[in-house]
């Protein structure tokens, strides 16, 4: 774009600033004059490069920030499908939905693990053969409904 119409086209836009800067304010300014001086054309000149810069550093600022909130919501959609996935699990079970019962078993096994390291390896066993079976089953049958593994409660808790 031609230095003219980008001057009259960021002039315009000054115009319509509530609160433009200092050197926006002499940039019109000097915009105005019908017949500029050689130092009055230098002014101009260094205030276009300015504004220029100015410009380009508001759209590196404005990429910049879309890129940051492209990162938070790909992170909150990740969160999501991490919660949605949590939840099917707890549905997959028929687990009680009750956040006490949830909370009381999760603290079960984390005192399981503690009291024996090897006990988180094994729930992750049982847990992902579980899985695996259950898909297994529901590609075979074509449905979701079908019970896989009658033992879902290690053997101390059941009931």
Not at 22 to 33: D, F, H, K, P, T
Not at 44 to 54: G, I
Not at 90 to 113: I, K, S, Y
Not at 143 to 153: F, I, P, Y
């Amino acid at each position: 774009m031609p230095i003219d119409q980008w001057l009259t086209k960021r002039i315009a836009f000054i115009n319509a600033l509530k609160a433009p800067t200092e050197s926006q304010r002499m940039l019109v300014e000097l915009a105005g004059i019908a017949e500029p001086t050689k130092q009055e054309s230098r002014d101009l000149d260094a205030l276009v490069k300015l504004e220029k810069l100015n410009e380009r550093a508001e759209e590196a600022k404005v990429a910049a920030l879309k890129v940051v909130a492209e990162r938070k919501e790909a992170a909150r959609k990740a969160r999501t499908r991490q919660l949605i996935e949590l939840g099917g699990i707890v549905e997959m079970l028929d687990f009680p939905v009750d956040r006490g019962t949830l909370c009381g078993a999760l603290l079960w096994a984390l005192d399981q693990a503690k009291a024996d390291p090897s006990a988180l390896k094994q729930l992750k066993t049982r847990g992902d053969t579980f899985i695996a079976d259950r898909e297994a089953a529901n590609k075979s049958s074509g449905s979701n409904g079908g019970q896989v593994a009658d033992e879902r409660l290690p053997e101390n808790v059941a009931g």
